[in-house]
Every structure is written in structure tokens, then in C-alpha cells.
């Protein structure tokens, strides 16, 4: 397994300062979805800044050098999970952790969410890393977490596309809804809605 650094963002202009780590985010390039390469360029510094969002940038050796291969973004957010999504035996599961709501027969629960998660197109250096690679080191940076806190589920929000929903099903994830875009998602994402996806993090190695 080639060697990887899981760095937050936080660190890296703490040291750097913000402005030379902005440059260097600027060369971070995903044409494939701008929304992945938008929050990167734009927006993660200013997250972290206020706890919104922490951002981790993932690092290898290529030709003697750092370069960076992707990256993730987690966070908490509360959601809804409609019980008829859900089977009897994942209704226990989830009710330890949420609340249920008899009005729109949903579970209202407070999840890590990965907000973003990408890989580097740029000098093709997304060929360093795997999708399903960079999917699990999210998903054990959000592990680590709850070794300290609690809980064992996760979710996401992707695009409404084949390949995706594929992907993230091969590694465990299930859809439970749809969100709605709002308006300043609609410049980068496709589409007028995403697809949310539960993960039982319990049950992955």
C-alpha cells in the first residue's frame, strides 16, 4: 500500500499562512464535479476557521515530492430518516440514537456527515489514490471520533448518478432520502436534488 498523510487543512495554514495556502489549493483540480474543486479552492479555509467543517487533505510521495491526491470534509449535521426506508431490525438500531418524529414518521438524528470528498485531477494525480480508498480514510478519520463520543452511523450526500450511488453502495452505503438543492448548490451540482446515504460504520472492516 503506497504511503498516505491524512493532514487537516487547519494545520496546514497554521503553518503556511492562509494566503500560501490558498495558493497552493488553487492547483487542486476536479472537472468532474466543480463542487469538490469550488469548496476546496473557496471555501475550507473559512469553515475550518469557524468550526463549521474540518477539512482534511490527503498527501503522497510522487517523483521525490509532496503532492496532494484528494481530499475530505466532515462534520455533524442533524438530518431525517423516514422509517419506511428502514427495516425492523435497523429501526432498533437507529432509535438508540435519534429521536423519533410520529408527525413525519421519521428519525431525527445528528450525524457526522462527509460534506465533500474528492480526488485530484490535476497533473493526474488522482491515478495515486482510489475512490474507495480515499472513502475509507474518511470514514476512519470519522471512526476516530466516535471511538471517543459514540454513535456508529455516517452519511453523505452525492449527485443522482449511477456511477455514484454504485460507488458509495459497493462500499456500504444505503439511500434513506433526497434533499432538495438551494440555491448556491445549484451553480456546482447537477440536478435538483442529492441523494442522502446511510452507513453502519460498525459493520465495516
Known amino acids: 500500500m503506497q504511503g498516505y498523510k491524512v493532514i487537516n487543512l487547519k494545520d496546514i495554514y497554521n503553518v503556511l499562512g492562509e494566503n500560501d495556502t490558498k495558493e497552493l489549493l488553487k492547483n487542486f483540480k476536479c472537472d468532474i464535479n466543480k463542487d469538490v474543486e469550488d469548496f476546496i479552492q473557496n471555501k475550507a479555509i473559512e469553515f475550518s476557521k469557524q468550526d463549521i467543517a474540518e477539512t482534511f487533505v490527503i498527501v503522497t510521495s510522487y ?12 462534520t455533524n449535521k442533524v438530518t ?5 426506508l428502514l427495516s425492523n431490525t435497523k429501526r432498533k438500531q437507529i432509535l438508540k440514537y435519534a429521536k423519533y418524529n410520529s408527525e413525519s ?14 480526488k485530484n485531477y490535476s497533473n493526474g494525480y488522482n491515478s495515486l489514490i482510489s475512490g474507495d480508498y480515499l472513502l475509507k480514510l474518511a470514514c476512519d478519520k470519522i471512526r476516530e471520533a466516535q471511538d471517543i463520543l459514540g454513535g456508529r452511523f455516517v452519511f453523505l450526500e452525492c449527485e443522482d448518478k449511477p456511477e455514484l450511488k454504485q460507488f458509495y453502495e459497493s462500499n456500504g452505503f444505503v439511500c434513506f432520502g433526497k434533499r432538495s438543492l438551494e440555491r ?3 451553480k456546482t451540482n447537477s440536478g435538483e436534488y442529492l441523494l442522502q446515504m446511510l452507513c453502519d460504520l460498525s459493520k465495516k472492516e
Open 63 to 74: 517523483k521525490q515530492k509532496n503532492v496532494i491526491v484528494g481530499y475530505f470534509a466532515i
Open 184 to 186: 448556491d448548490e445549484r
Open 105 to 118: 414518521r421519521s428519525y431525527d438524528i445528528a450525524l457526522p456527515l462527509i460534506g465533500q470528498l474528492g
Open 80 to 84: 431525517k430518516i423516514r422509517r419506511v
